[in-house]
Structure formats: C-alpha cells, structure tokens
T-cell receptor
Framework: AQTVTQSQPEMSVQEAETVTLSCTYD???????LFWYKQPPSRQMILVIRQEAYKQQNATENRFSVNFQKAAKSFSLKISDSQLGDAAMYFCAYRRETSGSRLTFGEGTQLTVNP | DTEVTQTPKHLVMGMTNKKSLKCEQHMGHRAMYWYKQKAKKPPELMFVYSYEKLSINESVPSRFSPECPNSSLLNLHLHALQPEDSALYLC?????????????FGPGTRLLVL
C-alpha cells in the first residue's frame, strides 16, 4: 500500500519570505501522480499544484513550485513571496495511475504566515 | 469551471434522524467521491462512483448509504448515526480516463450528530 508522510506538522514563515514543505511517499509503482492541496480555515480543499511521475521537470504555478525527486520519493512544495492568504493546512497526496483510484493523503502541515 | 457544490453547508441531527447530503457538479466528470474529515486530520475516502456505479466502498458502516442518481449528482443518505460520525463530509469529482484525473472538492458539509 502507498503511504505519504509529511514530517512537519507545523511551519511558519514571514510574509514575503520563502518556505518549503516536505513530503515523502512510498510506492512500488513507476507511474503515478502527486498533488499538493491547501485547506484554509474555510476548509475548502483547493488544488495548489500537481506533478506527473514520468516528468522530470518540476511543476511550477506562479509562486508555487515543487522539487520532485523520484528516486528519493520526495515531493516538496516551495512557496515564494509568502502572503497572508497562504496560511492554511497543506496536504500532499498520491494517486496511482489507474483510472478512478483514490487519493492517499499525508497528515498535513499547518502553515502560519506572520506579517 | 471547476465547481463542486454541496448542500447543506451545516447539518445537526439526532441519532434517530434520517438526513441526506447532496453533491453536484456540472463539469462532465464521471467519477465522484465521498470523503470524511475529522478536525486536523486528512480526508478519509468513503466511497467512489465511476460511471454512476459504486466502484470503491471503504468498509463504511451501513448507516451511510451512497447514491448516484445520474452523472452530475451524488447523495449520501444518513440514518442512525453516532456522535463519532460528526465530521466534515467532502465531495469530490474527477474526469476518468484523463491523464491527471485531478479531484476537485466541494466546500463540504459540517455534520454534528447529537
């Protein structure tokens, strides 16, 4: 079974600074998808960024980028120029390549942004 | 448009009540999901419907009964719930046979069982 580990239950960052959230996963499969979701206090789960395992190039979405290390099974999220609105719980998630399969989530990292 | 809607936003029910949660999407997605989320924990998968057929049931107690009347609508019927069933119930949808099959989530229903 696949597992996803987020080793940082809480992180904090100063506004305008950069922060990196860690995620590691365990799988025996070669093709899969990885996601970062954020969940602000409203509790709506919002997709932040996604990565296909067969792509070497790291995904980027505006101020959000990932460092995907397939051999190390690591998928960290970097948030640049942090804003107050980035404060949220961040979940790393894994999905097998098989159509209709589940998301396996990590335990989450609570990010605080200090003004 | 990546909107998934859920009603009601909040629900309080007694242990003998029968209620239903509703989820709707108009993105043409053919997979729909129910998750349960306790405070400060990740979502836990309950059910998956693919092409309106139940494809995954994560050994959920029978007091939770899912229904997918059509490709846009997903219901969760609740009966004889326990206080420990109080949680945020999230619905999600995704497009099958698409490379990402990214799951898009609704805002959730906060359920309190008294």
């Amino acid at each position: 079974a696949q597992t996803v580990t987020q080793s940082q239950p809480e992180m904090s960052v100063q506004e305008a600074e950069t922060v990196t959230l860690s995620c590691t996963y365990d799988t025996s499969e070669s093709d899969y998808y990885l996601f970062w979701y954020k969940q602000p206090p409203s509790r709506q789960m919002i997709l932040v960024i996604r990565q296909e395992a067969y792509k070497q190039q790291n995904a980027t979405e505006n101020r959000f980028s990932v460092n995907f290390q397939k051999a190390a099974k690591s998928f960290s999220l970097k948030i640049s120029d942090s804003q107050l609105g980035d404060a949220a719980m961040y979940f790393c998630a894994y999905r097998r390549e098989t159509s209709g399969s589940r998301l396996t989530f990590g335990e989450g990292t609570q990010l605080t942004v200090n003004p | 448009d990546t909107e998934v809607t859920q009603t009601p936003k909040h629900l309080v029910m007694g242990m003998t009540n029968k209620k239903s949660l509703k989820c709707e999407q108009h993105m043409g997605h053919r997979a729909m999901y129910w998750y349960k989320q306790k405070a400060k924990k990740p979502p836990e998968l309950m059910f998956v419907y693919s092409y309106e057929k139940l494809s995954i049931n994560e050994s959920v107690p029978s007091r939770f009964s899912p229904e997918c009347p059509n490709s846009s609508l997903l219901n969760l019927h609740l009966h004889a719930l326990q206080p420990e069933d109080s949680a945020l119930y999230l619905c999600a949808s995704s497009q099958l046979q698409e490379s990402w099959e990214t799951q898009y989530f609704g805002p959730g229903t906060r359920l309190l069982v008294l």
